[in-house]
């Protein structure tokens, strides 16, 4: 398992992203997983710069482990912002046309069907979303 903890800022989505695909690249994971792992970071990261400690800013922890029953990546993303769940969020509706739908739900709704699993706890004052993704069955 590996930590970075940083501060929970926009700017250091690029860190967090380089952080992550380094473990990636060693296990010769698929570029189309990476990606789709790119995104998620990029989605729940930048939700936990955007809000969590609004107008404040505030650290976050992310951490990436890798399981070998199947052999998957586990990305957590830890923060003591305001508690939010985002899987308890309405889905959007994307029968809708873009000028149609209201705004946001869309990056998580995105996040939640491109990983294998995605979790939400909250504990001792910190949001804990993890996001897991199989790499080989």
Aim: glycine fraction near 8%.
């Amino acid at each position: 398992m590996k930590e970075l903890t940083l501060a929970a800022t926009v700017e250091n989505i690029g860190v967090v992203t380089d952080f992550v695909g380094e473990r990636l690249e060693k296990m010769n994971c698929p570029m189309k997983i990476q990606t789709q792992i790119n995104i998620a970071i990029d989605e729940i990261f930048g939700n936990i710069a955007h809000y969590a400690y609004t107008p404040e800013t505030g650290m976050a922890t992310v951490r990436v482990e890798i399981d070998d029953d199947p052999l998957s990546v586990i990305v957590t993303f830890i923060d003591g912002g305001v508690p939010y769940n985002p899987l308890e969020e309405a889905e959007p509706d994307i029968t809708l046309s873009a000028e149609e739908r209201s705004l946001g739900g869309l990056g998580i709704f995105m996040v939640k069907k491109s990983m294998d699993e995605m979790t939400y706890r909250h504990e001792n004052g910190k949001n804990i979303l993890s996001i897991r993704k199989i790499l080989r069955s």
